[in-house]
């Protein structure tokens, strides 16, 4: 039961351009959404959440938008740079404790 | 990654065989988790802890065990290994909404 789906597997963009990673979700429980980053042979690192009372967190040159009622969620990375190239996993929280993963998007940052 | 450790990095072992996936913070945060990785898949959540002598059960938690007697200390024991737990498995930390992992342990079962 995969209750965090990021669609696309991965997402290539020219750097200095924007990124836009993409989730969905199917428990309209969840009460906080979190992105993270992950280079190979690494643990996940946290990078941006957003409670789901907000629709927009920003820090710097990263901004997660919450669609509630689409059950949607989305990073924007503007603008991307190459070492922004790695694999983004979309997580949700549910009562402080169950945490879902999406499956990750790879993003490649083309100089 | 700073302030969770997971040893051993890496580790093949026979079907059948035990281990434990050690974990140790030095983050005094009571909140610890433990979660696999599949090629190609999200994390699962297998077991957590809200607190030293508190455990409690994931997404994926047959095959597993863990105990948690100090708040440094979140060990993951496996008894029987089978190839079904071939993954790399990250212990996690969290702090109000934010969750720090350490660097994985990349475990086969041959």
């Known amino acids: 039961d995969q209750q965090v789906k990021q669609n696309s597997p991965s997402l290539s963009v020219q750097e200095g351009r924007i990124s836009i990673l993409n989730c969905d979700y199917t428990n309209s429980m969840f009460d906080y959404f979190l992105w993270y980053k992950k280079y190979p042979a690494e643990g996940p690192t946290f990078l941006i959440s957003i409670s789901s009372i907000k629709d927009k967190n920003e820090d710097g040159r990263f901004t997660v938008f919450l669609n509630k009622s689409a059950k949607h969620l989305s990073l924007h990375i503007v603008p991307s740079q190459p070492g922004d190239s790695a694999v983004y996993f979309c997580?949700?929280?549910?009562?402080?404790?169950?945490?879902?993963f999406g499956a990750g998007t790879r993003l490649t940052v083309k100089p | 990654n700073a302030g969770v450790t997971q040893t051993p990095k890496f580790r093949i072992l026979k079907i059948g065989q035990s281990m434990t996936l050690q974990c140790t913070q030095d983050?005094?945060?009571?909140?610890m988790y433990w979660y696999r990785q599949d090629p190609g898949m999200g994390l699962k959540l297998i077991y957590y802890?809200?607190?030293?002598?508190?455990?409690d059960k994931g997404e994926v938690p047959n095959g597993y065990n863990v105990s948690r007697s100090t708040t440094e200390d979140f060990p993951l024991r496996l008894e029987l290994a089978a190839p079904s737990q071939t993954s790399v498995y990250f212990c996690?930390?969290?702090?109000?909404?934010?969750?720090?992992f350490g660097p994985g342990t990349r475990l086969t079962v041959t």
């Open positions: 996690g930390v969290r702090l109000a909404d934010e969750q720090y």
């Open positions: 802890s809200v607190g030293a002598g508190i455990t």
């Open positions: 983050m005094n945060h009571n909140y």
């Open positions: 997580a949700a929280l549910y009562n402080n404790n169950d945490m879902r």
